[in-house]
Nanobody, 123 residues
């Protein structure tokens, strides 16, 4: 089970940090991704990290502004979001791949999902 939190309302240029807490001792072994879905749009990849943080990937739209990190001792993955833009407004989801194929930017490859947390960036 995954629990995402940290969303909220922020002005353009501001920052937020999202957290994704996983239950179970195996969470630290799984790759985790962040995805987002804006109203009327499909879910899109944002960032992903393998279990060790040695493999990290970002969507081009967030590269240089967002940072994914994880604290496996706390079973938590973070998404630090800086220089936020109105187009970043979306519900953000964290997801884990427990199967192991891990094509990091494909939502269908992740089998456990958090409930989502809403990020709203005002202009």
């Amino acid at each position: 089970q995954l629990q995402a939190s940290g969303g909220g309302l922020v002005q353009a240029g501001g920052s937020l940090r999202l957290s994704c807490v996983g239950s179970g001792g195996m969470f630290r072994s799984y790759p985790v991704g962040w995805f987002r879905q804006a109203p009327g749009k499909e879910r899109e990849f944002v960032a992903a990290s393998n279990w060790s943080s040695r493999q990290i990937y970002y969507a081009d739209s967030v590269k240089g502004r967002f940072t994914i990190s994880r604290d496996n001792d706390k079973n938590t993955v973070y998404l630090q979001m800086n220089s936020l833009k109105p187009e970043d407004t979306a519900v953000y989801y964290c997801a884990a791949d427990t199967i192991g194929l891990w094509r990091y930017n494909r939502a269908a490859e992740y089998d456990y999902w958090g409930q989502g947390t809403l990020v709203t960036v005002s202009s």
